[in-house]
């Protein structure tokens, strides 16, 4: 439960969450900077926990989470600047579940994923 | 009073972006009249936001602010290639045009209004105008230098 892919077209990101992540133990296993991207590195890299920005070139994230339930058991932290009503519930309707605004703090990335871990554990 | 999207904006962008700069790149700006030169090399990022209406959100810096800021978000390492300066600014503008868009389409449900992928410039006496949209200008500046933000609305 600690292999994470970082869907994101900003480098500045991808190096936020691997310095948030990487002290307490988690592997970032890759950075796809498009949707189209993502979605091939989940299905070669199989990520316990894919961070997913929405504003991205070719595929924008919600395209992305519409079909991330066919492709991944893997739990999805939508990472947006935006972060309107309307959003969140076109994304709860693809089946995500976790939300967390840009710019974000490392505890904020850190408490999102003990969440999900507490909530597979039971 | 119904609010307008210009009323809901002049409430709002400057705190957005002051909010932004503190919570990104620790350090305090503060909105001032106007900016003294655009003169020199400069580098600008754009965002448009596309929906029920549309408009576009200018953020624009003279070299040293662009270095001190990309280095800031670096976590104090120098960030090097201007492609990298141009992608770390354009994360700065994508976070301030969430910021802005997220308040929107809040306060006028409906407008889904959605952020296109950034556009970046950088270049000698670099000036970015808005045609055809009305648009406002506003200035900051602060311990990392000054930077004009520029929000246009088409439509609303």
Known sequence: MNRVLVIDDSPFIYKAVKRALEPDGFEIVGHAQNGKQGLEMIASLRPDIITLDVTMPIMDGLQVAAQLTKSTAACTIMLSAMGDMDLIKKAQGHGIKHFLNKPFQPDDLLGQINEIKREILG | ?156
């Open chain 2, 1 to 156: 009073m119904v609010k307008t999207v210009w009323d809901v904006l002049t409430d709002y962008v400057e705190g957005a972006f002051c909010a932004v700069a503190s919570e990104l790149i620790t350090a305090d700006f503060s909105p001032i009249k106007d900016v003294n030169s655009s003169k020199g090399y400069r580098f600008a990022t754009i965002i448009n936001f596309v929906g029920q209406f549309r408009g576009r959100i200018l953020v624009s810096c003279d070299a040293a602010t662009a270095a001190k800021i990309t280095t800031n978000m670096n976590f104090g390492e120098a960030v090097e290639s201007l492609e990298e300066q141009c992608l770390y600014l354009a994360e700065f503008t994508n976070m301030l045009g969430g910021k802005i868009t997220t308040l929107l389409n809040n306060s006028f449900r409906g407008s889904e209004l959605r952020l296109t992928p950034p556009a970046m410039f950088a270049g000698n006496n670099l000036e970015v105008q808005t045609p055809a949209m009305r648009s406002t200008a506003y200035y900051f500046e602060g311990s990392l230098g000054s930077v004009t933000l520029e929000i246009g609305v088409e439509g609303a």
